[in-house]
Every structure is written in structure tokens, then in C-alpha cells.
């Protein structure tokens, strides 16, 4: 059954929600849908409070520990952690309360899947203990996995033969449809419809989502084995969606 994963998006220590494609080394770029006065550990809390798991908090870029780790003291082992994870520093989020963490940009090098660094990382934290963000954009014939904030495209594409190669070394997959990303324009049904099809362990969609149809679509679209999470839309970062009802929803 389809789950609701809350986030905690983070740049500059702040809590904020930004347009996917837009983030980048120059700030100039930028264009943020919303940013809110309240700290990293008021959402951590509110989601404890409302019993939800498995969300995640994403560093985007740096200065944004400090407030990561907060919200990993608020709700210890609920929430799992990405931006910059490395072997190094991977097992002092985990030991700070991260549930998991999330990778992408470590283990691709000039491109390509860099084996040596996922095995690394896997056998600092282990495979239970680590989620791989397989965050991608389309171009040409498929959708191809990016990195350093989802401005490098990889040659690895997201399909049946990657999802099944990778899922031997995670517990789980995070995969936002970046070319919609914060834009509350409606989900990538196709990238949705891949993962489904595809995936042989759980998967978290991000992306466009802007209403509780768009959520019902996920829900049947993914077979009831593909969770959500919405970021823009939600009235507790400036949307329109109230977070009660998604809350509500019966298959949340």
C-alpha cells in the first residue's frame, strides 16, 4: 500500500522548497517556491507527532548540518538523511539518529556507477542502512540518473536491468522525477509507471505532486508499491494542499 513519506528540504539551514532543476552552484539560478521562518526540528516533530516514517531530510549543498542534525535529534530514527554522504561521514549520521542514508553523487565518477565506492560505502553502513537516490531527468530515449544537485547527467539510465542491479545494494530507492520537480505541474506518470513496473524493493516517487488526485493516481498507477512524497504543494511550505488531508487519506 502506497505511503505518505514527509521531507525536510534544507539549504542554506533553512528549511526550504526549491524548483528541482534550478538549484545549482549559483545562487542567481535559484528559484525557491518557499521558505519557511520555523527550524528543521518543528517538521521533524510534527512528523513524529503524526506518526509518519520514513521521510527524508536532504542537505542541499553546504551549511546545513547544524539543522540536519537537529531535526535528527527531534525524531530520532524516523526520518533518513541525504546530501554529501560519504563512508566517512555516514556513521555519524546514523549514530545522530538518521533511521538511513541516502547516496547518489559518491558512488558515480565521471559519469558511470562507480562500484568500488558503493561497495565501500555498503560495507561502512550496510545495505539495510542505505538508500540510493536514483533522481533523474529524460533525455533523448530515457531517463538518466543525476547528480551533484541534479545538474550532472550519468550515462546510467533508470530501467529494469539498473533497478534490479542496485536494489543488491540497498534497502531501498529514492527517485525524483527532476523535470518536475517543485513545479506542482502534475507527476511524471511514465517514470511512475517504470518504477512500478521495475522496482524489486520499496521506492519513494517525488515529484509535481499538487493534489490528492495526483496521489491517487500514484496509488493505482504504482500498484500500491510506490510511495510519495509531496513537497511544494502542502500547505505547511506555501501550497494549497492541506497536510490533514493527506494525512487522511486512506491508503497514506
Known amino acids: 500500500m502506497s505511503k505518505f513519506r514527509p521531507c525536510i528540504d ?3 539551514g533553512k528549511v526550504k522548497q526549491i524548483v528541482g532543476g534550478t538549484l545549482s552552484d549559483a545562487d542567481s539560478t535559484l528559484h525557491t517556491n518557499f521558505e519557511s ?8 516533530n510534527l512528523y513524529k507527532q503524526d506518526g509518519l516514517t520514513g521521510g527524508h531530510v536532504i542537505m542541499l549543498g553546504g551549511g546545513n548540518e547544524a539543522a540536519a542534525l537537529s531535526a ?10 541525504g546530501g554529501g554522504i560519504t563512508p566517512e561521514n555516514a556513521g555519524k549520521y546514523l ?20 562500484l568500488t565506492a558503493l561497495e565501500k560505502l555498503v560495507s561502512e553502513v550496510g545495505k539495510a542502512n542505505l538508500v540510493l537516490d536514483l533522481s533523474c531527468r529524460w533525455r533523448n530515449d530515457a531517463y538518466y540518473i543525476v547528480t551533484d544537485r541534479w545538474q550532472k547527467f550519468t ?44 522496482t524489486p524493493i520499496p521506492a519513494t516517487y517525488a515529484g509535481g505532486i499538487r493534489s490528492l488526485a495526483d496521489v491517487e493516481k500514484i496509488a493505482a498507477a504504482g500498484q500500491g508499491k510506490i510511495d ?7 500547505d505547511i511550505f506555501g501550497g494549497s494542499l492541506p497536510y490533514k488531508n493527506v494525512l487522511n487519506l486512506k491508503f497514506r
Do not use: W
Open 37 to 44: 521562518e520555523l527550524g528543521a526540528a518543528y517538521y521533524a
Open 10 to 12: 534544507l539549504h542554506n
Open 155 to 198: 550515462r546510467l539510465a533508470v530501467n529494469s536491468a539498473t533497478l534490479h542491479n542496485l536494489a543488491e545494494y540497498c534497502a531501498e530507492f529514492l527517485i525524483h522525477a527532476v523535470d518536475v520537480e517543485g513545479k506542482q505541474a502534475g507527476i511524471d506518470e511514465k517514470l511512475l509507471h517504470l518504477m512500478a513496473e521495475n
Open 228 to 234: 510519495y512524497t509531496i513537497g511544494s504543494a502542502l
Open 72 to 81: 535528527l535529534q527531534a525524531y530520532p530514527k524516523g526520518l533518513q538523511l
Open 95 to 114: 549514530q545522530a539518529g538518521a533511521d538511513k542514508v541516502i547516496a547518489t553523487s559518491y558512488v558515480f565518477r565521471n559519469g558511470e556507477l562507480d
